[in-house]
């Protein structure tokens, strides 16, 4: 297979629906022998057509393999325990009743904290009434950890499960604020790049 092929088979997956859009770069050691865009980044509000600069989100793929494993190697080096509350590492969280969730509560998806909330519209929001490149800004994700902070529970802990991004975006701030790191930062210093993938076994 050549890649006029491989052009063509992406197209005719954009074409027939079975995907948005992709894009795909090929290389052989150092060199990029081929590097393609199709279909469309978005389809909705609008649709805006597939760049190879463009940013996928790996939604919850990070979750395991990035903010877990950064979550457990605290865990092994003693830096944080499960059994913590997280209102001990941010003293805001235990608002609204919240001061007893610990971060098993949180990793097991029975905090009682929401599913999500639409905070990347707030956020947008805050960037069109003048505050420039907010959206992208150390200010703007700092906001949102403020707002989960804030948050109400819509369950009482331990009771119910909601598989919740507040919750994971939590773990996200723990992380950083311990380790000083962003959990896949963490996870690829200190699993791929010092220990190699041996760790993962440990």
Known sequence: MGWPEVEQAFAEA????????AT???RREADVVFQGAFGHRSLVPERSPMHLE??????????PLAT???VMMLV???????ADRVSRFFHNFGVHDKGHITFRH????CSGLAAWRPFFQQVAQVEKSGKVNFMASHGAKEWVYEEIHREKLEAP????????DLNFMLLGEAVE?????????QVVHNVVTIRKPAALAS
Not at 76 to 82: C, S
Not at 106 to 109: I, P, S
């Open 177 to 185: 604020r311990v380790a000083g790191q962003v959990p896949g930062v």
């Open 54 to 63: 463009t940013v996928f989100d790996l939604s919850s793929l990070t979750k």
């Open 68 to 70: 877990t494993i950064a």
């Open 76 to 82: 092994r080096e003693n830096k944080l325990r499960l």
């Open 14 to 21: 954009v074409e027939r629906g079975v995907i948005p859009g």
């Open 106 to 109: 949180v990793l097991a998806h």
């Open 24 to 26: 795909l770069i090929v």
């Open 157 to 164: 802990s331990a009771t119910k499960a909601i598989y919740s």
